[in-house]
């Protein structure tokens, strides 16, 4: 099964371009597992889910990173403030 979760992350390596980082590949593989088992799959459906994980995983990194952005560059959302005197 090593070779096989392994042969994922490569494959989402591919996918996305670069190389994960093995901190967030570990994180990654451990919620599979537990959704995994939450779902009752048997565990050749493990890579597949995994590969499918790690490249969701930076999606939605990358969707968080651009709606904050817009929270930071939407000035017009800012009431404006005068000073009272």
């Known amino acids: 099964m090593t070779g096989e979760v392994d042969a994922a992350r490569a494959a989402a390596e591919r996918t996305l371009g670069f190389r994960i980082p093995d901190r967030i590949a570990e994180e990654v593989l451990a919620h599979t597992k537990r959704k995994c088992a939450l779902n009752r799959k048997p565990d050749s ?14 999606m939605r990194l990358e969707i968080n990173v651009r709606g904050g952005m817009v929270d930071v560059c939407d000035l017009r959302a800012l009431p404006v403030r005068q000073q009272v005197s």
Not at 45 to 58: A, F, R
């Open 45 to 58: 459906y493990l890579p597949l889910l995994y590969e499918n994980e790690l490249t969701d995983y930076y």
